[in-house]
């Protein structure tokens, strides 16, 4: 064959259609994997749910800590002196009724000297009798002249002194039987008793305290509450209290407190519990609580529980938009009832949010909105494509 000769200009456009075609062929398979990736980031990234906020009357609620203690407490001590103590008969947390005896006292002494002031009133008595006999006799011979106007005077002032002493003597004689009925120490109100410091043998003055008794057996709770909220209580409202034990009472509010603390800037609300008596009353006077104002109703706002993400301490709800991507929305929140809560800003009442699959989106995501339901509503969020 002959052998075919080539132009230079022939040769150098062959040169650049190959590296052409080379460079076409190695860099196919990437463009190709690029669209690939950008077709699956495409992908909706959940199946979600939908809501729209409802309007609903929410109970306005004041939240409150503080303290049980007794409405009243009584100290009931000793009104004899220098008397030994024979008897308790109660002990700490009996329930006990008024004018019951609790403690009684020696009455040796009281006795003897109660019989001593009955003799002196007996012989007050005879000499006011002959006192009176006498001044009666002056009386009848005053206009006589046997008798002088002195001797008249001191037979009818010796009448006067022996009913005095009569009256000194039943004194003395009401001072010693009040001793007696001092030697039994009775309850002056019907309560539980709530401390007791009587022992028997010991003898006592007067004023000491033996025992200490919750009156009526009624508490207490002593709400704490800011000044700013203080004007949203009123007298008579009711209060639902719950001990740190679990146990839960209604009670009212019977007083406020006309002061605030200087320190604290918070005032007491005096809530009244339901009376109870029993040893195994769920309530004791020191014990710690928590507890609710119930202030009425009010219309709210709501969204179900499932549509707030908490994050970082904050509250956020995803609106979801035209292009069927989210916005996470930053709102806050308010009260709650049942499974749902109040949104107080942020959104608007025709604001779509999302509900199932809250907690698993990030601003800007894409999702696919399917119809809501019982069973996508209890179900956790499904990824697109399972």
Known sequence: MKNIKMKPAALATLAVLAVAAAGSALYAPASVAADEKKAEAQKPALTVTTAR??????????????????????????????????????????????????????????????????????????????????????????????????????????????????????????????????????????????????????????????????????????????????????????????????????????????????????????????PNSSQDAPFKAGMFASGQFELGSSDAMTVPQQAIAVRDGFSYVFRLNGDQRVSQIKVQTGRRLGDRIEVLNGIKGDTPVVVSGAGFLNDGDLVRNVAPSSATASAKPVKAGN
């Open 53 to 274: 906020p409802q309007n609903a009357t929410l109970p306005n609620r004041l939240t409150a800590n503080g303290n049980v203690a007794a409405w009243q407490e009584a100290s009931i001590g000793s009104e004899s002196n220098g008397l030994r103590l024979t008897e308790v008969r109660v002990n700490v947390g009996d329930v006990v009724k008024k004018g019951e005896v609790l403690a009684v006292f020696s009455a040796d002494t009281v006795n003897a000297e109660l019989a001593q002031a009955r003799a002196a009133v007996l012989e007050a008595e005879a000499n006011a009798a002959e006192a009176k006999g006498n001044a009666a006799r002056a009386r009848t011979l005053e206009s006589s002249g046997a008798l002088s106007a002195q001797q008249i005077s001191q037979y009818l002032t010796a009448e006067q002194t022996a009913n005095a002493r009569i009256a000194s003597a039943k004194a003395v004689l009401a001072t010693q039987q009040l001793r007696l009925k001092y030697t039994q120490v009775v309850a002056p109100d019907a309560g539980v008793i709530s401390a007791r410091s009587a022992t028997v043998g010991a003898v006592v003055g007067a004023g000491t305290e033996l025992f200490r008794m919750i009156r009526q057996g009624r508490l207490e709770w002593r709400a704490e509450v800011t000044a700013s909220e203080l004007r949203r209580i009123k007298v008579g409202a009711s209060a639902l209290v719950k001990a740190a034990n679990g146990s839960e009472l209604t009670g009212k509010v019977r007083m406020i407190a006309p002061t605030v603390d200087a320190q604290t800037r918070s005032a007491l609300v005096y809530v009244d519990l339901p």
